[in-house]
Nanobody, 115 residues
Framework: QVQLVESGGGLVQPGGSLRLSCAASGITFSIYAMGWYRQAPGKQRELVAAITKTGSTNYADSVKGRFTISRDNAKNTVYLQMSSLKPEDTTVYYC?????????WGQGTQVTVSS
């Protein structure tokens, strides 16, 4: 059974930082591309950051220079370090594992940026 379990969300003030974690089980983690997405109410889910199995990364323009995605294959975990957070970053963040035609999603973790 595949599980992606996100953690690390919460409430933070503007300009603050959070680190999201996504622990994967039930998959051969090292061969999967991993990503973080977010979805605001009434909007489509959008890619925030992704990392390939070889470590190449890409980011949404809105988070470039502020967010960093990384992975630890030994721990089957992908991270999203978020800095200089803005109120518009407030939403639910989802972890994704992708390989070929396979896509798995976590349950989401809420990030709220507010003073």
């Amino acid at each position: 059974q595949v599980q992606l379990v996100e953690s690390g969300g919460g409430l933070v003030q503007p300009g603050g930082s959070l680190r999201l974690s996504c622990a994967a089980s039930g998959i051969t983690f090292s061969i999967y591309a991993m990503g973080w997405y977010r979805q605001a109410p009434g909007k489509q889910r959008e890619l925030v950051a992704a990392i390939t199995k070889t470590g190449s990364t890409n980011y949404a323009d809105s988070v470039k220079g502020r967010f960093t995605i990384s992975r630890d294959n030994a721990k089957n975990t992908v991270y999203l370090q978020m800095s200089s957070l803005k109120p518009e970053d407030t939403t639910v963040y989802y972890c994704n594992a992708h390989y070929g035609l396979l896509d798995y999603w976590g349950q989401g973790t809420q990030v709220t940026v507010s003073s």
